[in-house]
C-alpha cells in the first residue's frame, strides 16, 4: 500500500500545481444534477468502444462507485 500512497499524493500534488480542481463538486456541479443523471453516465461509459479495451471489463457497480468518488472526493 505504500507505493500505492505515494502515487496518490505524487498525483494529488501535481493536480494542485496545475490547478485540477480534486473533485467534480469542486468545480460547480451540483448534487442533485449529478445523483439525477449518474446512472445514464454510467450507462454510456460502459456502452463506450473504449471500455472493451480496459484489460479488465468492469461492472456497471464499479463505474458508479468511480463516478461518485469523483465527485466527493473520497
Known sequence: MGSEM????????????VGI?????D???DEKDFLATLDEMVENAFDDQCTGANPR????SEIK??????????
Not at 505515494?6 to 500545481?17: A, N, P, V, W
Not at 480542481?21 to 463538486?25: V, Y
Open 6 to 17: 505515494c502515487i496518490r499524493d505524487s498525483i494529488e500534488e501535481l493536480k494542485d500545481k
Open 21 to 25: 480542481k480534486k473533485t467534480i463538486k
Open 27 to 29: 468545480y460547480g456541479v
Open 57 to 60: 471489463y468492469p461492472l456497471m
Open 65 to 74: 462507485a468511480m463516478y461518485l468518488k469523483a465527485y466527493y472526493g473520497k
